[in-house]
């Protein structure tokens, strides 16, 4: 089945990074279109960043210049590279394909963002 093994999330300050590291697997993961995804309390879930089979790339307006989406296609891995993260970047970040499988959400990884 369908599944994905988000890692790489803590508490950093404000200004810090993050590199955001998610295993997929049940699927043929090089023909699919991936995206991280982040969910906030009370916040309904966005797509920040999504990469195609060939590599372009698409981000929110929100994180533009300051997050990078990357694939590994040999080891069915998307990172989530995050920098100059700020607080109302907190939340529980998770991978899956663009668009979303259903019932294939991994835990997620939370990212804390504060002083």
């Known amino acids: 089945q369908v599944q994905f093994v988000e890692s790489g999330g803590g508490s950093v300050q404000p200004g810090g990074s993050l590199r955001l590291s998610c295993v997929a697997s049940?699927?043929?993961?090089?023909?699919?279109?991936l995206g991280w995804y982040r969910q906030a309390p009370g916040k309904q879930r966005e797509l920040v960043a999504s990469i195609s089979t060939f590599g372009n790339t698409k981000d929110a307006d929100s994180v533009k210049g300051r997050f990078t989406i990357s694939r590994d296609n040999t080891i069915n891995t998307v990172y989530l590279q995050m920098n100059s993260l700020k607080p109302e970047d907190a939340a529980v970040y998770h991978c899956?394909?663009?668009?979303?499988?259903?019932?294939?959400w991994g835990q997620g990884t939370q990212v804390t963002v504060s002083s």
């Open positions: 899956n394909r663009v668009p979303p499988t259903t019932g294939s």
């Open positions: 049940g699927f043929a993961f090089t023909n699919y279109v």
